[in-house]
């Protein structure tokens, strides 16, 4: 095995074992992958608004789709194919991902309108690309720098595939293959995930697709192989769909303190960060405009040379970030009564057990299991939980559906945003105890009584 050999090998097994948890990690919350393609739609993003519809059914095929070419970058399966998709997927999400780190927040673009005229927008820039949903929070442009290495390390696998190099692994060369992916892929979920779940659903994967190679021989073997592994990642976006992401790591998830993750910076003695405005001048000899920021211009604006050469054009500039610091992981989540009272303190304080029944749009929410979580608030209350419904919808919405439905308990307006992230489904209920969250359900998957107090 010559060199450039050992280096397609290796470029194959960390761009196909990235692929593999970038995409399981998408699968696992493919609701709130769908939230980030539906904000790279929107006008004043890519401006594909007619493609938010098919947001859903786009996530869960690009999901399966990273997953599929990953495993099939280290089986070495249709290496002609796999390694071209992998090239063109790289090339667009190297470029998308630049478009997003190089997004100016305060410009503004043209657009045509329903009737076909150009209107002005201001840009909506995407402040991350999901790459690997909440789990790993990159900033534009370390996603950048991300997909510009993964490029760098495809041009190898797209040159073993087009000379002859990659073949579908034999028997040898498969065990060491499977076994480094699954080495890598568990070092990745150890070390930056903390969850190992990832290389037991790339073991899976390999299984399904290594039993079918063994069994079939026939001319179409590695599209069958590929149907297995699709079947896979079907199958567990399914599940997570209809229920709820097997690992969360929003800042809602079980075990986190919804207090805690609200307070400022102040709060928690740490440096917050420190924003400046940009002021306007211009050059009375040159009658060149120049933007000084806010906090710049406290120590110039006496300063004669200042004061004799620029006049002020505004001091309505936007704001921007002069340093980072410490932000609150939640900031919108407001519980707000019809009277426009915020009852959030008294909610998250509350000594002992609240459940949360939320509706992150209450026109859509299935009410299936309705009469099953009325119930449930029934013997709560009894017992002495605190009961509180969390929708999108004003309060008037909210007093009729209580009335269409015999609900039991409270319900108050709450950021639609906001109630996407405490839980990813339509409805949901989500037990917290002095301000920390104990468990979440999803609707199709509501609790006994009997079964929590048996806990």
């Not at 002005?120 to 510009?148: H, M, R, W």
């Not at 190099?165 to 060369?173: F, P, Q, V, Y």
């Not at 009410?367 to 099953?372: G, M, V």
Request: hydrophobic fraction near 45%; glycine fraction near 6%.
């Amino acid at each position: 095995m010559n060199a450039f050999n050992v280096i397609v090998k290796g470029c194959r097994l960390l761009v196909g074992s990235l692929f593999i948890v970038s995409g399981l990690i998408k699968a696992n919350d493919a609701l709130g992958f769908m939230y980030k393609l539906e904000e790279y739609f929107e006008p004043g993003a890519l401006n594909f608004p007619g493609l938010i519809d098919t947001a859903l059914p786009l996530s869960v095929f690009i999901c399966a789709g990273e997953i599929l070419l990953g495993v099939a970058l280290v089986l070495g399966a249709l290496p002609k194919l796999t390694s071209a998709l992998t090239a063109v997927i790289m090339a667009f999400f190297t470029w998308l991902t630049w478009y997003t780190a190089n997004c100016d927040p305060f410009g503004t673009k043209m657009i045509a309108d329903a009737a076909g005229n150009l209107i002005e927008i201001s840009n909506q820039c995407v402040l991350a690309c999901g790459c690997f949903g909440n789990a790993i929070p990159l900033t534009p442009y370390e996603s950048f720098i991300k997909d510009v290495v993964l490029s760098i390390l495809t041009v190898p696998v797209v040159w073993g595939a087009f000379t002859g190099m990659t073949k579908l692994n034999d028997r040898k060369e498969g065990l060491i293959m499977i076994a480094g992916s699954l080495i890598l892929i568990y070092g990745f979920g150890e070390f930056m995930l903390q969850w190992n779940f990832p290389v037991l659903f790339a073991a899976v994967c390999y299984a399904a697709a290594e039993a079918l190679k063994k069994r079939w021989n026939g001319p179409a073997q590695e599209w069958i192989m590929a149907a297995a592994v699709t079947a896979v990642c079907l199958v567990f976006q399914f599940v997570t769909l209809n229920y709820l992401p097997m690992k969360d790591y929003r800042p809602y998830a079980v075990g986190e303190n919804i207090l805690e993750n609200m307070k400022s910076a102040e709060e928690l003695g740490v440096d917050a960060p420190v924003y400046a405005t940009q002021y306007s001048f211009r050059n009375t000899s040159t009658g060149v405009d120049t933007l000084v920021l806010s906090s710049d211009w406290l120590r110039i604006y006496n300063e004669p040379w200042f004061k004799n050469q620029y006049e002020t054009v505004s001091f309505d500039g936007p704001e921007v970030k002069v340093s980072d610091g410490y932000e609150p992981r939640i900031m919108d989540f407001q519980i707000i009564d019809a009277d426009g009272l915020d009852w959030t303190e008294e909610v998250l304080t509350h000594e002992g057990n609240v459940m949360l029944y939320v509706s992150k749009d209450l026109e859509l929410a299935s009410t299936d299991e309705q009469s099953a979580m009325n119930d449930f608030a029934r013997k709560a209350e009894i017992a002495g939980w605190m009961n509180v419904g969390l929708t999108n919808a004003p309060a008037d919405q909210n007093k009729s559906f209580q009335a269409e439905h015999d609900v039991p308990y409270p319900m108050y307006t709450c950021d639609q945003t906001e109630l996407k992230i405490v839980v990813r489904s339509n409805p949901g209920m989500v037990w917290i105890k002095d301000g920390e969250v104990q468990e979440k359900w999803s609707w199709r998957d509501t609790p006994e009584w009997n079964d929590i107090i048996a806990d």
